[in-house]
């Protein structure tokens, strides 16, 4: 069974670090692109950036390029999404996500759980 | 990169009745770029249709998805109580990555 795992619920203050990771299990985990999507309070879905795990190649959308740092531990089979330093508007829920594809569709087959980041001084 | 935009914002509607949700590409794409997913609070999406038309695995048979080129389409055929939701189209751009409509919400009239 595939399944994707975020890490626990975070409160940090403007200006500290963080990552959050998804641990993925159930599947080969080079075999698929991961990416991150962003779902801030009462608003809708924004995909921020996809990884291959099999070579770390990363592509980031323009909102998002220089914001954040997306990454991989093929050893452990889990991706994260990292800040150095972040911003009240950073608050959100995040969402992993793995890149399916069938015979040439495209699409996200499975989703983590949401990690709720709050930024908050 | 394509836009993509959804309409109506909001659909108010009864159980039971049909629900036509709108899909629209800036520009052409290929059904197998086009996703349909259903979001409820506080959960992650859950795929609905993929490939434009085929449904996922243990999707009832109410949901169908159509549409090609620029214009795609949801349709609830009966909403059931566990439809009323957000529901967001997704295409693929082979940079690779992915782009959400805004959503459509559907609640109980």
């Known amino acids: 069974e595939v399944q994707l795992v975020q890490s626990g619920a975070e409160v940090k203050k403007p200006g500290e670090s963080l990552r959050i990771s998804c641990k993925t299990s159930?599947?080969?985990?080079?075999?698929?692109?991961i990416g991150w999507v962003r779902q801030m309070p009462g608003k809708g879905l924004e995909w921020m950036g996809i990884?291959?795990?099999?070579?770390?190649?990363?592509r980031y959308s323009p909102s998002f390029q220089g914001q954040v740092t997306i990454s991989v531990d093929k050893s452990i089979s889990a991706a994260y999404l990292q800040w150095s330093s972040l911003r009240a508007s950073d608050t959100a829920m995040y969402f992993c996500a793995r890149r399916g594809y069938v015979a040439g569709v495209v699409f996200v087959d499975y989703w983590g759980q949401g990690t709720l980041v709050t930024v908050s001084s | 990169e394509i836009v993509l935009t959804q309409s109506p914002g909001t659909l108010s509607l009864s159980p039971g009745e049909r629900a036509t949700l709108s899909c629209r590409a800036s520009q052409s794409t290929y059904t197998r770029y086009l996703a349909w997913y259903q979001q409820k609070p506080g959960q992650a999406p859950t795929l609905l249709i993929y490939?434009?038309?085929t449904r996922a695995s243990g999707i009832p048979d109410r949901f169908s998805g159509s549409g090609s080129e620029t214009d795609f389409t949801l349709t609830i055929s009966r909403l059931e109580p566990e439809d009323f939701a957000v529901y967001y189209c997704?295409?693929?751009?082979?940079?690779?990555?992915?782009?959400f409509g805004p959503g459509t919400k559907v609640d109980i009239k």
């Open positions: 490939g434009a038309s």
């Open positions: 990884i291959d795990p099999g070579d770390s190649d990363t």
């Open positions: 997704l295409h693929y751009a082979s940079t690779p990555s992915f782009t």
């Open positions: 159930g599947y080969k985990f080079t075999n698929y692109w």
